[in-house]
């Protein structure tokens, strides 16, 4: 009796083989298995270099939030002081941030005193938002005490104040230069409130890695703003830092009980949340877009394959007569369809993480051939564009590239493997 050989035999894979490196004039589709090949590398390429700059953007944008801002903003209710005026201020803010500290979770409490001025140097002005606080507090945002881009000396930040490097170009000052602030809520006189001016020594100038954060933050020491700011012996809010800003939801409540009563919280994902919602749309119309040109890439391998159905109708009428099954003849043009995904996805893989790797030198050269200016960080909130390469990516994109790769595959290999040898030998 004889004995059926195993699927995906060896002679299956030389006759495909066979197939696949046929010049046109033994009836071979080599030009077609090209055209194939490469849009399989090129949508697959394109998938993988878009799904990392989606994640490197997204990356990037939570991680100059979470270095540069509050994970959570503790701030007071409100009380309606004698002139009938509500007042948002927090008087024990030190006991409050002490027992907020103290919640599992919590890295640090810090108090913090805010205002809006006008920051001026010598003839150029720009407005500003100023943030008091104490050395130790800013030393532990990394945004900020640990910028790559930042000069100057922090430790001397208690002599003067420290300002964004979009400030800094916005009036042209440095280190060591001597700014004015001027704050309409200033001194309060029997004719009404002046406006308040005092100068104050640039020590610090950072660079958080977000242009909005750059373009309008000053740093103040926390008794200087309190006193410039008519806030003696109160704070605006409390500055929350905790281990997993990402998951905020269990310690909320824990923060609230904390803080005691008549208080309110912001959270990061509050200011921001729109801007991440806004990312995870457009990552999931990009990846369905890009998956349509995968899918338009695989198609190719669709009419390769059905041409060369029609070119070896004889080959298989022959191979049917000796005693090939049908599902030899089916895995046979399967391995043909399924060897150009396969090689195809591969390439594709090995160009877009070579892309996400060196993406910083491929952009300045796309940058320099196109005179400069492509990147705008006023538009875009960050400095260039950013790509983090994820394994999970990498695998999604070579699944959807290899399934419908198999998938579109296997319809023209059954036409093949249902030729009736009759029929294909007949005219021959």
Not at 27 to 36: D, L, Y
Not at 60 to 69: C, S
Request: charged fraction near 20%; proline fraction near 4%; aromatic fraction near 10%.
């Amino acid at each position: 009796m004889a004995r059926t050989p195993p699927p995906f035999a060896a002679f299956e894979w030389m006759i495909a083989w066979r197939y696949l490196r046929a010049r046109r004039a033994e009836g071979g589709v080599s030009v077609m298995t090209w055209i194939s090949l490469i849009g399989i590398t090129l949508a697959v390429f394109a998938l993988i270099a878009t799904l990392a700059v989606r994640s490197g953007f997204r990356s990037e944008f939570v991680g100059t939030i979470l270095g540069a801002n509050a994970h959570v903003t503790v701030y007071s209710a409100g009380n309606i002081d004698a002139q009938g005026r509500v007042d948002r201020t927090i008087s024990d803010y030190d006991a409050m941030a002490e027992r907020i500290a103290q919640v599992p979770g919590v890295q640090r409490a810090a108090p913090l005193v805010k205002g809006q001025v006008l920051i001026t140097n010598r003839d150029r002005s720009s407005g500003a938002e100023v943030f008091g606080i104490r050395l130790d507090d800013l030393l532990s945002l990394p945004g900020i005490a640990e910028s790559d881009q930042a000069y100057g000396d922090l430790s001397r930040f208690e002599e003067g104040i420290a300002i964004g490097s979009g400030v800094a170009r916005a009036i042209g000052a440095t280190v060591g230069d001597r700014v004015k602030l001027t704050s309409p809520n200033g001194v309060k006189t029997a004719f009404g409130t002046s406006p308040r001016v005092n100068a104050y020594e640039v020590v610090y100038v950072f660079s958080a890695g977000r242009y909005d954060i750059d373009r309008t933050r000053v740093y103040m020491p926390f008794s200087e703003a309190q006193s410039f700011f008519n806030r003696e012996g109160v704070a605006d809010e409390i500055e929350v830092m905790v281990d997993r800003p990402e998951d905020l939801n269990p310690i909320l409540i824990p923060i609230l009980e904390a803080a005691g009563e008549r208080v309110q919280i912001w959270t990061w994902l509050d200011a921001s949340g729109g801007f991440l919602r806004a990312l995870e749309v457009e990552d999931n119309v990009m990846f369905i877009i890009l998956s349509i040109l995968v899918l338009i890439a695989a198609m190719n391998i669709v009419s390769g394959l059905i041409m060369l159905v029609k070119n070896k109708g004889r080959d298989i009428g022959i191979l049917r007569t000796i005693g090939l099954s049908e599902g030899s003849v089916l895995r046979v043009f399967f391995i043909c369809g399924a060897f150009t995904g396969i090689i195809g996805t591969a390439m594709g893989v090995i160009l877009g993480c070579l892309f996400a790797l060196y993406i910083d030198p491929i952009f300045s050269f796309v940058n320099y051939v196109m005179g400069g200016g492509v990147w705008d960080p006023a538009i875009r909130g960050i400095y260039a564009l950013p790509a983090e390469l994820h394994l999970s990516d990498v695998l999604k994109a070579v699944g959807l590239s290899l399934g419908l790769s198999f998938f579109v595959t296997y319809f023209p290999a059954r036409r093949a493997a249902r030729l009736n040898p009759v029929e294909a030998l007949r005219y021959e």
